[in-house]
């Protein structure tokens, strides 16, 4: 069976208590105290490989502050801060020309907006404008590191703890093996085995997870 991406939301909303830190322990501390106004630095940058973490450290900062926005740098985003005390900027290297200048005003003209960007790469290497990039490069940055596949089966092990269930070894290599790798996919398939386990009295086994993937294929496409 081919990997799937089922379309379901993870159970709860990105904050700094449901991350699975692995090797980011200190960026996640980093980041509390940045919203707790601990930090005397402005500006934070991440980065790291898709399915690293790094939205869910985006959205899980924005939810910790008041009256912040998170922004997708691929919709061109009005950078007006509007009154917002952070801006957290995702891919940032997919913003366009007029948006990259007005990233550099909004640093030089708004000091008292905090600012958390995050990329596919250090600063230094974005495709941007200099001035960008040297401003990026101001305040702190932090890899963000994605989960091995062991720490991934353990914090799904975890996860089934929490809720009085058990994980076997074989449920978790399966499910690394035939849905997509990033925790996020692999906490949403765990969470509608969990919804359908439940529903029919049943254990989180390798069966039910195939019954739960073959639910999310297209008619058409079902055996």
Same mark, same amino acid.
């Given at each position: ?21 692995? %090797? ?23 980065? +790291? ?16 502050? %008041? ?27 997919? /913003? ?6 007005? /990233?550099?005003?909004? &640093? ?55 809720? +009085? ?8 290599? &399966? ?26 009295? %049943? ?18 496409? %079902?055996?």
């Amino acid at each position: 069976m081919k990997q799937l991406a089922l379309d379901i939301a993870p159970p709860a909303y990105p904050c700094f208590d449901n991350f699975i830190a692995g %090797r980011n322990g200190e960026s996640l501390q980093a980041l509390r105290d940045f919203a707790a106004g601990k930090l005397s630095e402005r500006l934070v940058y991440l980065w +790291g490989k898709p399915g690293s973490g790094r939205t869910h450290l985006l959205r899980a900062t924005v939810a910790a502050l %008041r009256n912040a926005r998170y922004l997708h740098c691929a919709d061109q985003p009005d950078l007006t801060p509007e009154g917002a005390s952070l801006l957290a900027l995702d891919d940032v290297e997919r /913003l366009g020309e007029t948006s990259q200048i007005e /990233l550099f005003n909004l &640093y030089n003209a708004e000091p008292q907006t905090l600012l958390l960007v995050a990329g596919s790469s250090p600063p230094a290497q974005l495709a941007l404008r200099e001035d960008v990039k040297t401003r990026l490069c101001a305040g702190l940055t932090y890899q963000v590191h994605a989960l091995s596949d062991a720490e991934k089966i353990a914090a799904l092990a975890r996860c089934a703890d929490e809720r +009085g269930l058990k994980l076997s070894r074989e449920v978790g290599d &399966y499910l690394l093996r035939h849905t997509q790798r990033d925790m996020r996919s692999l906490l949403a398939l765990f969470h509608a085995a969990d919804v359908r386990a439940l529903a029919e009295k %049943r254990d989180i086994t390798v069966p039910l997870i195939k019954a739960v993937l073959h639910s999310a294929l297209p008619l058409e496409t %079902r055996d």
